[in-house]
């Protein structure tokens, strides 16, 4: 009969029970026979976690983004103090100011009636309440012809024309429309043919797709000098963080990787996810901090130069904690220890406690966790004594954040930063040409770093294109600031 109450997890346990049953089996054969079942058992119960575990995988204990999580119903699911939606009761209401009259394009006044319900006549007050409505005037393009006239020398015959002024460009797209193509096809994620109908409606100006094209090849040489100039200042900063997703360029699989430094982000799109694209990210002689998750391309940078992100190791740790045996009760502790580690993060970032508090709170958590890790590696689940493994290798890595101030814990800036590109992979299904993801490079170079300075994408964009017609000094990407050049020379870079 068999026992229903059985789990699967039971079952290394029950199987060990029987062994001195069946080594008092007398029949060779038959203990033969049962020996190779209990074999067969345990090969099958190892491909039954491999299964669950990766049943199991979702964002929380793996690289997953959230929404790849299974759909789970919200009825009876409300989490206990969790708020609903939208504003809170009780919040201060939210209102926009009334322009002053003096900004206001236009001015209509109305009169109340001239009679009142009971008959008689209503008089006409200086007083009045405003009402005023926000709208768009009709938009359409504005055509200038540059007409460049003939002249012929009056001694040989000659026959000369004029030329077109620098500034002017050879196509058909002045320097704001080409801006406005970049900022739909790069900040707002839209495809060309999206450009082209946006253009046909908002416009009435109708352009086919190879015009469009050609308008990102004309804005990403306009970009390369500051773009090139953001990527040389990531290589030179103290604190960097980076990260990577896949990219696919004519359906072939390339990589994208971030690097951040302050209000500075970069991407470069690479054809691997290898130590040599990320030394062409950083700078083989990269000397600064670097927050990152534990990805082995990285393994070129020392230990006590990395900060390995602390959200990752969570993923970790949980997905540890749902393995059976001791893997469980070696993930659930090193869960408890990460959640205090980042309640005390919380409290010294914001001023509750100070910094020699926190070094001191720290110092326990510390040398449990690494406690931990080493019990990991003597346990009986394969992938469980990998992990910790590899994390010991690097054990360094994980406290720089703790005397180093500056530091975050987390790697989430790189993610926040490359989860718009991401965003734009999904809608666009990537680049079809090698001009194609050097412009998506430079332009969400432009995109990510305008963002961090709060600034506006399609200013930036315009003065770029425009100082590249006239063949003038491009605008910088890196913060305002004064900069020491190598000659000792002080540089302001504009905002």
């Given amino acids: 009969m068999v026992d229903k109450s059985v789990k699967s997890e039971d079952i290394p346990a029950l199987l060990n029970s029987l062994k001195p049953a069946i080594e008092a089996i007398t029949d060779s054969n038959a203990k033969i026979i049962i020996n190779t079942l209990i074999n067969i058992i345990n090969i099958q119960q190892k ?53 002053p009259e003096n900004e206001v394009d236009h001015i209509k006044k109305y009169q109340p009636p001239s009679l009142c319900e009971c008959g008689g006549e209503v008089k006409s007050m200086d007083e009045y309440s405003r009402h005023q409505v926000h709208d768009i005037p009709p938009i359409t393009t504005v055509v200038t012809e540059h007409q460049l006239f003939f002249g012929c020398c009056e001694d040989c015959g000659k026959t000369h024309q004029a030329e077109l002024p620098p500034h002017v460009p050879t196509g058909i797209l002045g320097p704001y429309l080409l801006a406005l193509i970049a900022t739909l096809t790069s900040d707002y994620k839209m495809s060309k043919r999206d450009v082209s109908r946006f253009l046909m409606d908002f416009y009435s100006f109708s352009i086919c797709i190879a015009t469009v094209k050609r308008a990102e090849e004309t804005v990403s040489a306009a970009l390369e000098k500051p773009v090139n100039e953001a990527k040389e200042y990531i290589k030179e900063q103290e604190i960097v963080n980076a990260d990577e997703t896949s990219h696919s360029e004519c359906g072939k699989r390339m990589w994208t990787w971030v690097a951040i430094a302050g209000t500075v982000a970069i991407f470069l799109i690479a054809a691997t996810r290898s130590k040599e694209a990320a030394k062409e990210l950083l700078g083989a002689a990269f000397k600064g901090i670097l927050g990152s998750d534990r990805y082995r391309a990285y393994l070129w940078i020392a230990a006590h130069y990395r900060q390995i992100c602390w959200a990752h190791l969570k993923r970790d740790f949980k997905k540890i904690s749902e393995r059976p045996g001791k893997s469980k009760w070696i993930g659930l502790r090193l869960l408890v220890y990460t959640n205090r580690l980042f309640h005390y993060w919380h409290q010294v970032r914001d001023g509750t406690i100070t910094r020699e508090q926190f070094k001191k709170l720290m110092e326990p958590i510390r040398h449990k966790v690494e406690l931990l890790l080493i019990s990991g590696t003597t346990v009986d689940h394969l992938k469980t004594r990998g992990t910790c493994f590899d994390i010991l290798k690097i054990k360094v890595a994980l406290w720089t954040f703790i005397d180093k101030i500056g530091i975050e814990p987390t790697n989430n800036i790189a993610e926040q930063i490359l989860r718009k590109i991401v965003i734009w992979r999904k809608v666009c299904f990537g680049t079809w040409s090698a001009n194609g993801t050097l412009y998506l490079e430079r332009v969400m170079t432009v995109v990510a770093t305008c963002r961090l300075q709060n600034r506006s994408v399609y200013g930036f964009l315009r003065e770029a294109i425009q100082s590249h017609l006239e063949r003038r000094k491009a605008p910088s990407l890196l913060p305002e600031s004064v900069i020491k050049n190598s000659a000792g020379i002080n540089l302001t870079v504009a905002a």
């Fill in 47 to 99: 491909e039954i976690e491999d299964l669950k575990e990766k049943l199991n995988i979702n964002s929380s204990n793996s690289s997953k983004p959230p929404s790849t999580n299974p759909f789970k119903s919200n009825k009876n699911n409300k989490k206990k103090g969790k708020r609903n939606r939208g504003g809170q009761p009780g919040h201060p209401g939210v209102t926009r100011n009334l322009l």
